[in-house]
C-alpha cells in the first residue's frame, strides 16, 4: 500500500509517466511548460498513479489521472485529485475544470458539477478530450477549490 504523503512532483518527461499514458493509450504531454504540473503518487520504482494539470491564473484544468493497474479500484483516484486540488488550492487556484466524455459519474461523485458549454472559461474551451476522441460528447465539468 502507498501512503498519500508519497506525493512528488515530476517532470513531463519522467518514464513512469510516459509508460502510464502509453499503457492508457493517451498521448504523452509535450516538454513541459511553466503552465503545466505533474505529479507521482508513491515511489518512482513502484507509482500507484499520475496527475497533471495546466494552470490559467485563478483557473487550472486537471489534463490527466492516471491510476496503475495495480492500485485501481482502491480510492488513489480520487486520493490523487484530492491531493492536487490541496496543492493548487495552496497555490491560489480557486476553480479546476476538465473535459471528459467517460469520467462523468466518477467526478460527480467526489463533487464536481457538470457545467454548460456558456459557463466554460476561455482557456478550457479549447482544451481536447484527454483520450484524443473527436470531443463531440465532451462534457464540461468544475469543482471550486476556495
Excluded at 98 to 124: I, M, N, Q
Amino acid at each position: 500500500m502507498i501512503a498519500f504523503n508519497e506525493f512528488f512532483e515530476i517532470d513531463a518527461s519522467d518514464a513512469g509517466l510516459k509508460s502510464a499514458l502509453h499503457s492508457e493509450h493517451l498521448k504523452p504531454h509535450k516538454a513541459r511548460t511553466e503552465r503545466q504540473s505533474f505529479w507521482r503518487l508513491g515511489p518512482a520504482s513502484c507509482p500507484a498513479g499520475f496527475i497533471g494539470v495546466e494552470h490559467h491564473g485563478a483557473i487550472a484544468v486537471l489534463r490527466s489521472v492516471l491510476v496503475t493497474p495495480e492500485y485501481k479500484d482502491q480510492g488513489y483516484g480520487a486520493g490523487l485529485i484530492s491531493l492536487a486540488e490541496g496543492r493548487l488550492r495552496n497555490l491560489g487556484t480557486k476553480e479546476l475544470w476538465l473535459v471528459t466524455e467517460h469520467a462523468e459519474s466518477f467526478f460527480e461523485h467526489l463533487g464536481w458539477r457538470v457545467r454548460p458549454e456558456g459557463d466554460v472559461p476561455e482557456p478550457v474551451r479549447h482544451i481536447p478530450v484527454a483520450d484524443g476522441s473527436d470531443g463531440d460528447r465532451a462534457i464540461y465539468m468544475s469543482t471550486q477549490l476556495d
